[in-house]
T-cell receptor, first 114, second 113 residues
Framework: ETGVTQTPRHLVMGMTNKKSLKCEQHLGHNAMYWYKQSAKKPLELMFVYSLEERVENNSVPSRFSPECPNSSHLFLHLHTLQPEDSALYLC?????????????FGSGTRLTVV | LAKTTQPISMDSYEGQEVNITCSHNNIATNDYITWYQQFPSQGPRFIIQGYKTKVTNEVASLFIPADRKSSTLSLPRVSLSDTAVYYCLVGDGLTGGGNKLTFGTGTQLKVEL
């Protein structure tokens, strides 16, 4: 257990479904991140929240909608996804943003879009 | 933004020492060098961080030459469980400002019996 908890660990959804990924950290960190990792590709930064405000949105399609209700929780709402969105979605936190170190990652949600 | 270059893959055998070198020619004065380890279907895990010379912890050592344009992660006596992807990141760890960290493709280390 790393201190960052992601649920669910695995998710299979149809292209017309709506689902949400959840991330929770109790490390006292002020920044939280969503990353996407597709097979054989580097991690792609999707969103960054610092002090509960979104500070980065790296050209992510609108079918991905993040939410940060408080400093400990981060959600990624999914709707009308495409098969190419199948990937490992990782949540991370850090004490401050930007950071040169100290990312703590969760174990990820393995998403399959059918 | 400091770009890093690492070998795509390395192979080793149990009990050997493994050295993975990362190039970061445009590293900035305030940048630290951080290494992460990632197992399949898990998030990356912090291994070690350094600024210059040598840093050692219970898992690895990090060697950084005087010009800081490269760094070498050294894993002593690897085992099968060290099979993973290793990422080298360069960024500002002092004030939290400046460079943002970017994960490259990493180095896939495969350890065999």
């Amino acid at each position: 257990e790393t201190g960052v908890t992601q649920t669910p660990r695995h998710l299979v959804m149809g292209m017309t479904n709506k689902k949400s990924l959840k991330c929770e950290q109790h490390l006292g960190h002020n920044a939280m991140y969503w990353y996407k990792q597709s097979a054989k590709k580097p991690l792609e930064l999707m969103f960054v929240y610092s002090l509960e405000e979104r500070v980065e949105n790296n050209s992510v399609p609108s079918r991905f909608s993040p939410e940060c209700p408080n400093s400990s929780h981060l959600f990624l709402h999914l709707h009308t996804l495409q098969p190419e969105d199948s990937a490992l979605y990782l949540c991370a936190s850090s004490q401050v943003y930007p950071t040169g170190s100290g990312y703590t990652f969760g174990s990820g949600t393995r998403l399959t879009v059918v | 933004l400091a770009k890093t270059t690492q070998p795509i893959s390395m192979d080793s055998y149990e009990g050997q020492e493994v050295n993975i070198t990362c190039s970061h020619n445009n590293i900035a004065t305030n940048d630290y060098i951080t290494w992460y380890q990632q197992f399949p279907s898990q998030g990356p895990r912090f291994i070690i961080q350094g600024y210059k010379t040598k840093v050692t912890n219970e898992v690895a050592s990090l060697f950084i030459p005087a010009d800081r344009k490269s760094s070498t992660l050294s894993l002593p006596r690897v085992s099968l469980s060290d099979t993973a992807v290793y990422y080298c990141l360069v960024g500002d760890g002092l004030t939290g400002g400046g460079n943002k960290l970017t994960f490259g493709t990493g180095t896939q280390l495969k350890v065999e019996l």
